[in-house]
């Protein structure tokens, strides 16, 4: 069977250790997190974990139903099966080696639509928004200016259309 | 109402009238309020054995077990009892102590991350900061062990919270649960009922295998099995959930399965699947496993559809609600050639072992079944007694047949008779060990003799890890690696009897004749130690890795039978 990356969206009640259980519940399983990260949602109480998973159709099905298992997991989507978009959000530290390097890399974010969101003598950091694409397109680019550091968010995503939420809301539960 | 007085009463309200348990300093309140409780404590001498025990409970009754343990070392000793309970699908509630909430993270004496350490072997755990939230706590463990796909529940209370005052009502213990994020599904789905009777009606060679799941289904498991005819294999989980010595009964199958239950499985052209997980110790190796079958597969827990067996006709449900409907729309199925196939198998392939050697494991076990006529509880430790007793010692009543199947964990059947002698009072216990297993929970000895259980303990004594060794005769050239008790063995007999339990060492067959019947008759607490041969195995065997069809059938007739008609199509 093939394999491929599955975008992954799991809606789960803020209870102290909910991330432990889910990263717990991958590592003991063998199942790989390529990325992950974890936001309040609109309704209070709840979590939106979105985290980006390869493997063959029988492992995602084994990793949904398992996170389903997970008392605190309410819904789990995966978004590979619907349309939806996804954004990764990047800051991208380059050093800036000589005055002549400054214009040009700034030209070329300016192209990205890439973010100055701090200025030094000697490195500018971007902030990138947008597909895995993009993201990989940016640092090859920047490749050759030197990169310092970069960090990645991980990847967020929403199916695409107003009338069907990746959750449906439910009742918030009640906070002691 | 101090916290753990709410622990107490929140007990009570959930039915609870027994725990086991062993106390400690921080679980101390919860103790102290025992003293004045309705709830009768049962005294275990290790924290393990009393989460056997509270498992074993559940098995036993279909009552949630409960077992209390204090913080650190008390709570880590529940580990293997949960994870224990967790792969055998037991409804455990287990309460521990921890150190008070402002000393958690400190490296408190006695402090442990019980919450983290028993995430992964429970269904769900809780760490209760605010005493305002156990009666809801306690409410929806409970529900959560019990309902679905059973499982155990740990709740971890620091010592604060159990001395803290309760603001509350006796309305905050009417808990209403809501849990979004757990609805099991109970009711199949018409439409895939509707499928797997399609494909039951369509199958020529069809069997039923029945899991842990039909303990809480045998009377639909035996309606069904009665009105469609269909062959009955019983996992080592789902002994008891139809009767082993009924007609369509083919026995166990697996590793140590029956001849006819393997090969049933072999050439079979549908399985109906109920209540089971296809573990790899009854599935072999997956890629022989059932090569021409079909596969209906019926469980409460979805994630274990196709996670090993590809299932062609998932069915999730509750087997009490699945099996009456599936039954309903089938009629007797006309499978004769297939019966009388599996029929000459049956009849070539009993249940054996050769008696002229000196006294053998199997034997004691027959003699325990001819005693009690296979109506008692049993339990077993694991090994080699474990899987004679499954083939030759099968109860035919459902929670009944009480063991450690999927965590396999040795030191498990003493303190499960204690359980299972308390959830079944009146009935007797028989709980078959081995000299190995039963030493890694026989401080438990004195936990019978001080409630004077009707426990009969028979120890299949070889002298060695006989199912060790039988794999190192087997697979690694007889190499017997430390596997050698018997120099260093007490005196098993005197030991009970040091206990205040009545001993007995057996060194023969005509003693052993004698004595099970008589034992039996008094009804325990009794401990009778078998000296059996020890170099006897357990046949047949499927090596680990192999498919169910290469079976080892050892001391047997080499494998006479021709394949049965192969179905059209089928791989060769």
Request: net charge negative; hydrophobic share 45%.
């Amino acid at each position: 069977m093939s394999t491929r990356k599955h975008v992954v969206s799991v809606t789960v009640r803020d209870e102290p250790g909910v991330l432990v259980r889910i990263a717990g519940l991958f590592a003991r399983r063998g199942f790989n997190i390529e990325s992950l990260s974890v936001a309040q949602t609109e309704t209070p109480g709840l979590s939106r974990t979105t985290f980006v998973v390869s493997g063959d159709t029988a492992t995602i099905e084994q990793v949904q139903k398992q996170l389903q298992k997970l008392i605190d997991v309410i819904k789990v989507v995966d978004h590979t099966e619907t349309k939806f978009v996804d954004r990764e959000l990047m800051l991208i530290k380059v050093a800036v080696r000589q005055p002549e390097d400054r214009v040009e890399i700034r030209q070329i974010a300016q192209d990205f639509r890439a973010r100055i969101v701090d200025v030094d003598r000697r490195a500018l950091t971007f902030e990138v928004t947008g597909d895995e694409g993009k993201m990989s397109a940016f640092i090859e680019q920047m490749r050759e200016f030197g990169i310092i550091e970069t960090i990645r968010t991980g990847r967020v995503a929403l199916p695409r259309s107003a009338g069907a939420p990746a959750v449906r809301p439910v009742r918030a539960p009640k906070v002691a | 109402m101090n916290g753990a007085e709410v622990l107490l009463h929140a007990l009570e309200r959930q039915g609870v009238e027994i725990v086991f348990g062993h106390p400690g300093g921080a679980i101390m309140p919860v103790y102290d309020a025992l003293y004045d409780s309705k709830i009768r404590h049962v005294l275990v001498r290790h924290e393990q054995a009393g989460a056997h025990a509270a498992d074993a409970f559940y098995r036993a009754s279909g009552r949630p077990g409960v077992v209390f343990a204090t913080s650190g070392p008390g709570a880590t000793n529940l580990v293997t009892g949960l994870a224990t309970a967790m792969m055998d699908s037991s409804a455990v509630v287990a309460i521990t102590g921890n150190v008070p909430t402002a000393l958690i993270g400190t490296d408190a004496f006695q402090e442990a991350d019980v919450y983290g350490i028993t995430g992964p072997i429970t269904k769900h755990n809780y760490l209760v900061k605010n005493l305002a939230d156990l009666p809801r706590v306690v409410a929806e463990a409970f529900h959560i062990a019990s309902t679905g796909r059973p499982g155990p529940v740990l709740i971890d209370v620091p010592k604060d919270v159990q001395m803290a005052a309760f603001e509350g009502t006796e309305a905050d213990f009417d808990v209403t649960i809501d849990l979004p994020g757990y609805r099991p599904t109970v009711k199949g789905h018409a439409g895939q009922i509707r499928k797997a009777t399609e494909a039951i009606r369509a199958a020529e060679r069809p069997i039923l295998m029945v899991g842990g799941g039909g303990q809480v289904a045998a009377e639909e498991v035996m309606a069904f099995a009665e009105r469609t005819n269909l062959p009955v294999i019983t996992t080592l989980m789902g002994i008891g959930a139809y009767p082993a010595g009924a007609p369509q009964a083919l026995g166990m199958p697996g590793m140590h399965g029956t001849v006819t239950a393997n090969r049933a499985i072999t050439h079979c052209d549908l399985i109906v699947g109920a209540g089971l997980r296809f573990d790899d110790r009854v599935t072999g190796k997956i890629s022989r496993f059932a090569p021409n079958a079909k596969v209906v597969h019926i469980d409460i827990d979805p994630a274990e559809i196709s996670k090993l067996v590809r299932a062609h006709v998932p069915v999730v449900g509750d087997l009490r609600d699945v099996l009456p409907r599936l039954g309903d729309q089938l009629d007797r199925l006309a499978i004769d050639d297939w019966w009388a196939t599996l029929n000459d198998w049956k009849g070539r392939y009993p249940e054996r072992y050769a008696t002229e050697k000196p006294l053998v494991s199997q034997e004691v076990i027959e003699l325990l079944r001819e005693a009690t006529g296979g109506d008692c509880v049993v339990t077993t430790e694991v090994g080699q007694h474990q899987m004679f007793a499954a083939r030759l010692f099968p109860t035919s009543k459902p929670r009944t047949w009480i063991t450690s199947g999927g965590l396999g964990t040795m030191g498990f059947g003493l303190p499960a008779a204690i359980g299972a002698a308390f959830a079944r009072p009146g009935e007797t216990v028989v709980c078959v060990a081995g000299d190995g297993s039963i030493q890694m929970n026989i401080q438990e000895l004195a936990t019978i003799a001080k409630n004077r259980l009707p426990i009969v303990i028979a120890i299949a004594n070889n002298g060695v890890l006989g199912m060790v060794r039988q794999w190192q005769e087997l697979f690694h050239a007889q190499r017997y690696s430390e596997i050698f008790l018997a120099d260093s063995n007490p005196d098993f007999a005197k030991l009970a009897e040091a206990y205040g339990i009545e001993g007995h060492n057996v060194h023969d067959r005509e003693t052993a004749r004698r004595l099970v019947p008589e034992v039996l008759a008094r009804g325990g607490p009794a401990l009778i130690n078998f000296v059996v041969y020890e170099a006897e195995k357990v046949y047949p065997m499927v090596p680990s890795g192999a498919g169910v069809d290469e079976m080892l059938i050892g001391d047997q007739e080499p494998d006479p039978v021709p394949d049965a008609p192969e179905p059209a199509g089928a791989k060769a």
